[in-house]
């Protein structure tokens, strides 16, 4: 009964948003972003425990996949919004790549750091290891990582890096479709979801995907407003708020998620979880932002970087590649992890330190690449892994 009261209550939070909007009130832009921000992480959650029931019909692989992609919705909502209005609003297109780069960020700096740790508290093993057939988003990431340094070198993000992160994308959902299922670990509401008869959970499923859906689809753009409003009301800067504070609201359910997976002695399907998440992000949400914006501007337009935003871009892709080089050791080290979390909260609290934070990341991933031979190796392999993964 308790898991259902759950389920209840991540459909409540959403409700004083649903009055607020279509009774038509009209409420500070502080209060709207608070309402729609919590509307947003109610139905985060929801998508998330109708992820892992979804692992009981595809591949694990695949629900990896999906669950990563689903439980990141709340995230591209918001981002692709400010995308779209960069169209008829240039001043938008830096709100876009704030969001993209604090979101993949923090999913690294936070997300994968938390798994790790949570790990260590609960067993004292210092390692979340990742057997050699969870590889597969590893060897997709590094590509993906290699080729985002490609856009502060150009300086734009145009319709051609959609077509290429999209088809990269495609690749990795094909492969991991291709993976031999298996019986999911499911407790809480997820649990309760799971344990109907399989007519009923998957119309429960279906229920609250619908339900979580249309709570983002009626609160991304008032939320995504709403902080724009408040930083300027409370002369906070935009970015800011745009690039911290609305990625913690949308991708907190999916850090979770991934937690509780630790927590319940399977921390490789939580750094898998997280991993996946971010090959996500980094394909389909960088290759989506220029693609919302042309078809706003109903031309094929490339979205302008300036300055800051290709340091932005080029600190992202930094912290990726050493993150990428890090699991290269077929998983995650607790002293590595420590790494990725001490640097992270360097470069959030000294924002203006992007530039040698980017060559700090660069250094160690360079330096262990020298002294470990055996991770080169594997990254090179990195593209036979993907053709393998996909017969």
């Known amino acids: 009964m308790r898991n259902w ?3 209840a209550v991540a459909m409540l939070v959403a409700v004083p948003w649903l009055v607020l909007r279509f009774a038509g009130l009209h409420e500070p832009p502080y209060l709207v972003a608070a309402l729609a921000g919590l509307a947003i992480l109610g139905a985060a959650l929801l998508l998330s425990w109708a992820s892992e029931v979804a692992q009981l019909d595809i591949s694990q692989a695949l629900a990896v996949v999906i669950l990563s992609l689903i439980a990141v919705l709340p ?17 938008y297109g830096a709100f876009a790549l704030a969001n993209m780069t ?5 999913l690294i700096g936070i997300g994968w750091v938390a798994v790790v740790v949570v790990f260590w508290w609960r067993t004292r093993r210092p390692k979340v290891e990742l057997a050699e057939h969870e590889s597969l988003e590893i060897s997709v990431l590094s590509i993906a990582t290699l080729y ?7 300086g734009t993000l145009s319709i051609w890096d959609s077509v290429v992160l999209f088809a990269l994308f495609g690749v990795y959902a094909y492969a991991s479709s291709r993976q031999a299922p298996e019986e999911p670990d499911l407790v809480g509401p997820a649990a309760a979801v799971g344990s109907l008869s399989t007519g009923l959970r998957r119309l429960v499923t279906l229920g609250l995907f619908l339900f979580a859906a249309a709570a983002i689809l009626i609160s991304a753009e008032p939320f995504a407003e709403g902080l724009v409003s408040t930083g300027r009301l409370l002369y906070i800067d935009e970015f800011v ?3 911290w504070l609305a990625p913690f609201a949308s991708e907190a359910p999916e850090f979770i998620v991934a937690v509780l997976f630790a927590l319940r002695g399977h921390p490789h399907l939580g750094l ?15 290759g989506a932002l220029p693609l919302a914006y042309a078809l706003s501007a109903g031309q094929l337009l490339p979205l302008e970087l300036d300055e800051r935003q290709m340091h932005e871009v080029f600190l992202t892709a930094a912290q990726s590649a050493f993150a990428v080089v890090l699991l290269a050791g077929t998983g995650l080290t607790l002293r590595g992890a420590a790494t990725l979390g001490v640097l992270f909260f ?14 700090i990341y660069l250094v160690l991933t360079v330096a262990i690449l020298v002294f470990d031979r055996k991770r080169l190796v594997r990254l090179i392999r990195a593209p036979r892994k993907i053709l393998s993964s996909a017969p």
């Open 241 to 243: 708020l745009v690039q």
């Open 5 to 7: 009261l759950w389920i």
């Open 272 to 286: 898998r979880t997280m991993v996946s998440s971010k090959v996500n992000q980094w394909t389909l949400l960088v």
């Open 148 to 154: 985002v340094f490609l856009i502060p070198l150009k």
């Open 346 to 359: 360097v470069q959030l609290v000294f924002p203006e330190t992007r530039l040698v934070m980017s060559i």
């Open 75 to 91: 995230e591209y909502s918001v981002d692709i919004y400010f995308a779209w209005r960069a169209g008829q609003d240039p001043s």
């Open 102 to 106: 604090g979101a993949n960020r923090m």
